[in-house]
């Protein structure tokens, strides 16, 4: 039986959290088909033991391709490699995070091999009768959860979410196999340059990290009043976040929003004030430890899935709540 797959990926040399959510995505698929599961990284200074912290975590088996010129995600690049290394070792399946990288990698792979391809999955099982995967992601506006299968191509692929699962508690006693593969200049893509990262007018915020967040939505009624939001935040040394409908009016930007079509968040506490607690705004929420709603409409539903419902207008709640903070309380 060929082998489950996961993409780790780093920046700077650390791996990132996302490589070990996988690996417990990758670890009950590879244990259902009684198969390996084997992680890629592509990049460049992870250390030796970080890559055991990858079988610790799970994986048989790590590949690692390394060069100074992979120290950056580059879709080309990136892409030759995994297609050489699909063709050579047939994975049954590869998990990706649905993060930027992940995303623009996985179609343009799944294109290549001729393979398909779904994205942003919640759940992935394995079809006893078949052995197929199972990918499970909500569809039509959130309103429905699809099932999609691959049946008549090999590997199939799918992207996960970050967040929307916990990394495994490692185990200092397993053992697995470390593969560096040996880099090939010919997967180098020649038009493509480097420059560096620019982050949006200095309005970025990686909120999928953060364990405290307050988001604002359409109830704040204008940009200006997000100031509230960030003061609030710096308290609790959290980040702020956003309702679609807040970010398409232009009040925060885009690296701000929440939910099916923006970011997972999964924070130990979430303060969402003037949100209404809709379908998609649900979607990237609902692994938040602690849920506390602040909407003056009692029905609003936010208020029903949250642990602490505050019925009463953010505008007198927020001040009020950054005054006892203030004052210690
Ligand atoms: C395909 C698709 C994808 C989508 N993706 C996302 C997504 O990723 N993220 C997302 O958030 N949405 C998404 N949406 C939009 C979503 O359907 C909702 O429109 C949106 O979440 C509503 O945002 P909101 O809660 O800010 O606004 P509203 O639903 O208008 O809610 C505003 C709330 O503020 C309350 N309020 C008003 N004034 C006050 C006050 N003074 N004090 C207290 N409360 C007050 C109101 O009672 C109301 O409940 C998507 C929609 C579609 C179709």
Redesign the pocket.
Known sequence: MSYIWTLAEQANGHLKQVSFELLTRGRKLADSLDTKLASLLIGNGVSAEALRELIQSGADEVYYVEDPRLASFSCETYSNIMVELIKTYQPHTILAAATSSGRTLMPYVAVKVKTGLTADCTELDIEETTGNLLQTRPAI??NILATIKTPNHRPQMATVRPKSTRPPEPDADRDGKIINVPFKEEWLDGRVEFLGYRKDAGDFENIEEADIIIAG???M?KAENFKMLRRLSDSLEGMVG?????VDRGWIGYSH??????KTVSPKLYIG?????????L??IKTSEIIVS????PE?P?HKIADFAIV????N?LPELQKRLEGGK
């Open positions: 506006g959130g939505g359409k109830g009624k956003a309702t679609r409908d807040a929003q929440i939910g099916l079509s923006g004030a003037g949100i209404s607690g809709s379908i998609q705004h979607a990237g602040i909407n003056n409409d609003a936010l009463g207008d953010l505008f709640v």
